[in-house]
């Protein structure tokens, strides 16, 4: 069993990952700063799996900080450290590069200092932009179109850069694609800051009354129709998707590829308004929607080639698009105002 360090491990895919990690025997040691979650979520994680979790509160930026939490020499890292709005990261991307990108160096050079070799980075489908083919291949072309996936194309750079060096480090990219759903206890959940940016946040504050409607971003997409598709994956088959990455960097070690890079998706891509529709036959009724302008940057569609998980790391998703909008239906009635209420 390994001690793993989590950057982040108070939001949303870090509090679900942190459970799992727990569930699989493994100890944690949490870094999060709390800018965009709760210290409530890693309370909630102690009381469902009953086992503790070390916590320091600090900053990835901060090599103070890093020292500290990385004092016992965990044997691997999990990253998911850093702001993630595409919106705001046009309007303030030094915010964005400095967390992301001055973060991930900084703890590069704090694992350097505590002798620890082993990073699993929180990479996103955002690095392939708008796909030239479908379902999308890791050798793919990397592309994207702003900030927020600049700092993740910069990040996988300097651990290609970095892991060339360092013939000791490995380090796995795991692409993300659209992580939604919750535990399905409904006690940890995904709790954003002021309206959602994403999709299926937004559908679950219309079904629980904090919204009017939900605003469809284009039906006039080359699509089946015309509403954008996207890979939906449940959060807790994500979270296992690390533990999975975890177990092997700790089992390999030196035979895996390093740098390597995963998507982690289901291969199944499902339209706005088949998300609205599940998520109605979840929530009980008719969720209200209106199709306005498509939004700038979007891509038509988007869906992985998830094969790769599959040979190399041993995984697949398992949970399709019900239990997704069951388990975020059923954190968001019991936490109509996420953590905060
Ligand atoms: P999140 O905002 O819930 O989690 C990020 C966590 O990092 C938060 O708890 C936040 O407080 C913390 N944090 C931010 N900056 C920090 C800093 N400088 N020092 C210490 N802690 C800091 O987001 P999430 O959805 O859980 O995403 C986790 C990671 O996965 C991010 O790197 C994100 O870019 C990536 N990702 C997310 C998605 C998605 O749709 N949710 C998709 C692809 C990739
Ligand atoms: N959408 C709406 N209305 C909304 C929100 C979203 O119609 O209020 C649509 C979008 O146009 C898109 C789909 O729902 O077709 C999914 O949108 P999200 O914002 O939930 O997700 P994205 O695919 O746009 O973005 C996600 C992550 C990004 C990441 C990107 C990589 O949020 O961080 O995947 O593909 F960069």
Not at 105 to 122: N, P, Q
Not at 158 to 168: E, G, I, P, Q, T
Not at 285 to 312: C, E, F, N, S
Request: charged fraction near 20%; proline fraction near 6%; hydrophobic fraction near 45%.
């Amino acid at each position: 069993m390994a001690h793993v360090f989590v950057t982040g491990g108070a939001g949303f895919i870090g509090s679900h990952t942190v459970l799992v990690l727990l569930e699989a025997g493994h100890r944690v040691t949490v870094l999060d700063n709390l800018c965009n979650a709760s210290e409530a979520a890693l309370e909630r994680v102690r009381a469902l799996t009953g086992k503790p979790v070390a916590f320091v509160q600090g900053d990835v930026r901060s090599p103070q900080d890093l020292d500290r939490a990385l004092a016992d020499r965990p044997d691997a890292v999990i990253h998911f450290a850093g702001l993630k709005a595409v919106g705001e990261s046009v309007e303030k991307p030094l915010a964005y590069y400095d967390n992301n990108v001055n973060g991930t160096l900084r703890l590069l050079e704090a694992m350097a200092r505590a002798g620890c070799k082993r990073m699993v980075f929180s990479s996103s489908a955002t690095v392939y932009g708008e796909p030239d083919a479908l379902p999308i291949r890791e050798d793919a072309p990397l592309r994207t179109t702003n900030p927020y996936g600049r700092t993740k194309l910069v990040i996988e750079d300097m651990l290609r850069d970095a892991a060339a060096a360092d013939k000791n480090l490995r380090a796995v990219m795991l692409r993300y694609f659209n992580p939604v759903g919750a535990h399905p206890s409904g006690q940890i959940g995904e709790d954003p800051r002021g309206a959602p940016n994403n999709l299926m946040p937004y559908v679950m504050q219309v079904a629980v009354g904090r919204r009017d409607k939900l605003s469809v971003f284009g039906g006039d997409y080359p699509t089946k129709d015309g509403t954008g598709v996207r890979d939906y994956i449940h959060v807790m088959d994500l979270a296992r998707g690390h533990v999975a990455a975890i177990d092997r960097i700790v089992a390999l070690n030196d035979a895996l590829p390093s740098p390597f890079a995963v998507n982690l998706g289901t291969g199944r891509g499902y339209s706005v308004l088949e998300i609205v529709k599940a998520a109605s036959a979840a929530v009980g009724r008719a969720l209200p929607y209106a199709i306005v302008a498509r939004r700038p940057g979007d891509a038509a569609a988007v869906y992985a080639d998830p094969t790769l998980a599959k040979a190399q790391l041993g995984w697949e998703a398992k949970l399709g698009i019900d239990e997704m909008c069951r388990d975020a239906w059923k954190w968001q009635q019991q936490n109509p105002n996420g953590y905060s209420a």
